[in-house]
């Protein structure tokens, strides 16, 4: 329900913005109800048409089927989905000013199965020393600026210094001029992609081909895991990047705790796009001889 009603805001606001809250409006003993509200500022509906909006292949005006496409099915099935979860739904609007579509549901209330510990702060103490003593160094790999500073962000809470490249070929040149304990993947780059660039990490010498490396990427479809992974590497995110995700995989490929998401640490260093220096032609082409050395060693066509 919730993707449909947030796909419908998207579809309907040409400017403005579209939020979603969720708020609890009754708590009992065994259950909860919740109400879902997605907010836009699109083109809204005029108040004798919204009675039409949850009827199968009814929309407010078909001139509205013409221009943006759909039958108002979907509604119909969102009216249905929240009578079964004990709820409904409706839609609040004003011609011009936009939309407020809305649906409760009742859930049960779960109770916890975990029994309190003695060691609970022994061992919250603990995860923090881990955090102190282990200072990770990252290298990102992703190409576009507003993605960089996203990233950037959200690396806050971890204690950890990060670098930024625009391309898996100054990916492939970082690792090997400098010690790092992660790398994030972006898989679609220039001059050269995420995977080639993985393969080429792992085709160096000595530790480095093993650094750990997560893929980051808007392929979601069923096998892309395990295409990335079988290119070597580690892990996957999908984009847009959840914080939560992306930091458990860190935690996951390396050997820190998980830390306080509401703390910033203050040793995280952002580097600003001016700071990313490309390759030189010619360390270009150094890189692309070591490679193809490496390659030949590896293919057994080099003594």
């Known amino acids: 329900m919730i993707n449909n009603l947030v796909g419908n805001a998207i579809k309907f ?70 009578g079964l979860l004990g709820g409904e739904i409706g839609v609040e609007s004003t011609p011009g000013n936009g939309s407020t579509f809305w649906f409760t549901v009742v859930a049960e209330r779960g109770e916890s199965k975990l029994e309190p510990k003695a060691t609970t702060t022994e061992i919250h103490e603990a995860d923090k020393e881990m955090i102190a003593e282990r200072h990770l160094r990252i290298l990102v790999a992703e190409d576009n600026s507003i993605n960089q500073k996203v990233i950037s962000s959200m690396l806050a809470p971890v204690d950890c210094q990060f670098d930024i490249v625009p391309d898996g070929l100054e990916a492939v040149a970082a690792v090997t001029r400098s010690h790092y304990d992660l790398v994030l993947m972006d898989i679609q780059m220039p001059k050269m992609d995420g995977m080639e660039a993985t393969k080429r990490i792992r085709s160096l010498p000595n530790k480095i081909s093993e650094i750990p490396i997560i893929a980051m990427t808007a392929n979601a479809m069923q096998g892309d895991r395990e295409t990335y992974l079988g290119v070597g590497m580690n892990d996957y995110v999908s984009k847009p990047i959840d914080q939560r995700e992306l930091i458990n995989a860190i935690v996951r490929q390396s050997d820190i705790a998980m830390p306080d998401m509401g703390v910033v640490s203050r040793s995280s260093t952002i580097v600003a796009d001016a700071e990313v220096k490309p390759l030189s032609a010619e360390a270009e082409d150094k890189l692309n001889d070591l490679m193809g050395d490496i390659d030949g060693l590896l293919d057994g066509t080099n003594d």
Not at 42 to 70: H, N
């Open 13 to 82: 606001t040409h400017e403005g913005q579209v939020s979603l809250r969720v708020t609890e409006t009754i708590r009992e003993d065994a259950s909860v109800c919740l109400r879902f509200e997605v907010q836009d500022s699109g083109i809204g509906i005029d108040e004798g048409q919204i009675e039409k909006l949850f009827s199968p292949f009814s929309q407010a005006d078909s001139s509205t089927t013409r221009k943006y496409g759909g039958t108002g099915l979907g509604l119909t099935i969102c009216k249905s989905l929240a």
